[in-house]
């Protein structure tokens, strides 16, 4: 009868909740599609009653986690995601009520030109076009670096008039509501070459990402030219890579490499970068390793990243027993091993991959030598 009575209690209560019929009346806010980094309160005026506001305590998180706040109308930066926030609000008997409200971030991304380029002539036209999420919002175009050309951009339509010089000017797609509130957010920006292509292409210099993947360039380097798609090519010797491979042995093995031969295509820069067949390869004789028993030296390596960050690829190694290594036990691998290994990256946003040890030879195990003191 007791567990009876308190479920029924609960039921109750919850319902009444539901109803907005009981003590509590809460007012979590409108759910809003806002610009991601702007600032904006949560909660009703007031957040909840009929009651004076102070007479309640409130406790907001969301989901996904990571905030929390005590406050009846707590500000918040919004976030690049889509976010539930939850108020749940405490009377002075200690009834307890919950609602929630949905924030919805703006997102405009990837400018693409029709055509890519355009000759300086000072009439040809290319229209530029962008995704928005949520689909339908309105954008407002400019040039935001215009580099001293004269070309010109339909602050509605998008399209883009050629200066009557060479040039390579920076066009801004922002949300109205972000424009209207003059706020440096909800915004992509690309390039489009006025000109010839290959003479728009930047020098490069520093790291470059390709997804997970980084590689710094030990001296700057020219691109080679455009095919006129917007993607500057480039290909160089100058780079120092960083190598992770997981997979089999407990610890990740990372591996730093010098002379790494690189080519690939991009456009853009920063957060805005699209890249396109990355190739890199590399042969020498890396410093000796272990892996596990095993030591060796990296003598090989042909990778290549899809345009989503995929790695694909392998890492040959050969063996260089310089010394016996303990298999536990009395036992341990000894000098004279010999042959090759393999590490193949399974083809994903990741550095996981598997090895392949088929090519290992003359395999020696060993008991080690026992030392017996006679007194």
């Not at 400018?111 to 962008?130: E, H, M, Q, R």
């Not at 602050?155 to 009557?164: D, F, L, P, Q």
């Not at 093995?253 to 010098?258: C, P």
């Not at 456009?267 to 028993?293: D, H, I, N």
Request: a negative charge.
């Amino acid at each position: 009868m007791r567990a009876y009575f308190k479920l029924s209690t609960v039921l109750f209560f919850l319902l009444i909740c539901m109803q907005n019929t009981f003590a509590i009346d809460i007012n979590p806010g409108e759910n809003r599609t806002e610009c991601p980094g702007t600032k904006v309160r949560l909660g009703g005026s007031p957040t909840a009653g009929p009651d004076s506001p102070d007479k309640y305590t409130y406790q907001w998180h969301s989901v996904p986690g990571g905030f929390s706040s005590s406050e009846s109308n707590p500000e918040i930066t919004v976030p690049d995601v889509k976010t539930v926030y939850v108020v749940r609000v405490t009377d002075a008997d200690g009834f307890t009520c919950q609602e929630s409200v949905t924030i919805t971030p703006v997102l405009v991304k990837g400018i693409k030109f029709n055509p890519s380029t355009l000759p300086a002539d000072g009439k040809s036209t290319s229209l530029a076009t962008v995704t928005t999420e949520p689909s339908g919002r309105t954008i407002v175009w400019s040039i935001s670096e215009a580099s001293g050309s004269d070309a010109t951009i339909g602050e509605s339509n998008g399209r883009v008039k050629a200066s009557t010089e060479p040039a390579t000017i920076k066009v801004r797609a922002q949300d109205k509501q972000a424009a209207d509130n003059k706020t440096e957010t909800c915004y992509s920006e690309e390039n489009i070459c006025i000109g010839d292509p290959e003479e728009c292409c930047p020098d490069l210099d520093g790291e470059i990402k390709f997804g997970l993947l980084r590689i710094h360039l030990t001296e700057s380097i020219q691109s080679s030219g455009s095919a006129g798609d917007g993607y500057c090519s480039y290909s160089t010797n100058k780079v120092r890579l960083h190598l992770d491979m997981k997979g089999f042995f407990h610890t990740p093995v990372s591996i730093d490499l010098d002379g790494v031969r690189a080519s690939w295509k991009q456009k853009g820069s920063g957060a805005e970068m699209s890249f396109k067949e990355v190739s890199l390869e590399w042969s020498g004789k890396a410093p000796t390793r272990q892996f596990g028993p095993i030591m060796a030296n990296l003598t090989g390596m042909k990778l290549t990243v899809t345009s989503d960050g995929a790695i694909s690829g392998e890492t040959k190694f050969t063996i260089n027993q310089v010394e016996a290594v303990s298999l536990g036990g009395i036992a341990e691998l000894a000098k004279g091993t010999s042959g090759e290994f393999v590490y193949r990256y399974t083809s994903s946003k990741s550095f996981e991959g598997e090895y392949d040890f088929g090519g290992v030879k003359n395999v020696i195990i060993q008991l080690k030598k026992e030392h017996v003191c006679y007194c």
